[in-house]
T-cell receptor, first 109, second 114 residues
Framework: GQNIDQPTEMTATEGAIVQINCTYQ??????LFWYQQHAGEAPTFLSY??LDGLEEKGRFSSFLSRSKGYSYLLLKELQMKDSASYLC??????????WGAGTKLIIKP | ETGVTQTPRHLVMGMTNKKSLKCEQH?????MYWYKQSAKKPLELMFV???????ENNSVPSRFSPECPNSSHLFLHLHTLQPEDSALYLC?????????????FGEGSRLTVL
């Protein structure tokens, strides 16, 4: 079956770095997405990886290892506004998005 | 502001009621989606429309009925729902073929079925 695993909840300190891991099992692979969703708001696109390696975008970076079926989202210089849920989604060979349940990130002062 | 607007934001209905959720996108996209989001569960894709034609129906019960009159508007008609249908219903749009590329979500309609 197809599956996305990510931690349910993580806590980090303002100004620190946090890494949110995601492992995926999909039938074929057409990329890995990360979305951010603040409470009561729409999920918004953060990143898309289809090749191995690290993609950096400001304070946020996303990494992919296709051989390991593994991705992570790295958030640097954490700010209180980064408190949100982070959704990992893999795209299978039929271009269907397989979603994880999301990781709720709590930032403490 | 994502360019996708959903109304109403909150809805409470009894099991015998009929109501509709509305979604409008101002992005010129040609694909629109309905997702169900329940607490601590993955997003569940319900329906996909490409150029107004339904291309996906993921075994959704018939008490949910979608309607796409044009590429900018999407409705979800609800009737005789069950309490387990209480959830956040998210609309999304994208450019290109279904399920390719970045999705733009609305803020959702929070549905409570009594």
């Amino acid at each position: 079956g197809q599956n996305i695993d990510q931690p349910t909840e993580m806590t980090a300190t303002e100004g620190a770095i946090v890494q949110i891991n995601c492992t995926y099992q999909t039938s074929g692979f057409n990329g890995l997405f990360w979305y951010q969703q603040h409470a009561g708001e729409a999920p918004t696109f953060l990143s898309y990886n289809v090749l191995d390696g690290l993609e950096e975008k400001g304070r946020f970076s996303s990494f992919l290892s296709r051989s390991k079926g593994y991705s992570y989202l790295l958030l640097k210089e954490l700010q209180m506004k980064d408190s949100a849920s982070y959704l990992c989604a893999g795209m299978d060979s039929n271009y269907q998005l397989i979603w994880g349940a999301g990781t709720k990130l709590i930032i403490k002062p | 502001e994502t360019g996708v607007t959903q109304t109403p934001r909150h809805l409470v209905m009894g099991m015998t009621n009929k109501k509709s959720l509305k979604c409008e996108q101002h992005l010129g996209h040609n694909a629109m989606y309905w997702y169900k989001q329940s607490a601590k569960k993955p997003l569940e894709l319900m329906f996909v429309y490409n150029f107004k034609e339904q291309t996906e129906n993921n075994s959704v019960p018939s008490r949910f009925s979608p309607e796409c009159p044009n590429s900018s508007h999407l409705f979800l008609h609800l009737h005789t729902l069950q309490p387990e249908d209480s959830a956040l219903y998210l609309c999304a749009s994208s450019q290109g073929d279904s399920n390719t590329g970045e999705l733009f979500f609305g803020e959702g309609s929070r549905l409570t079925v009594l």
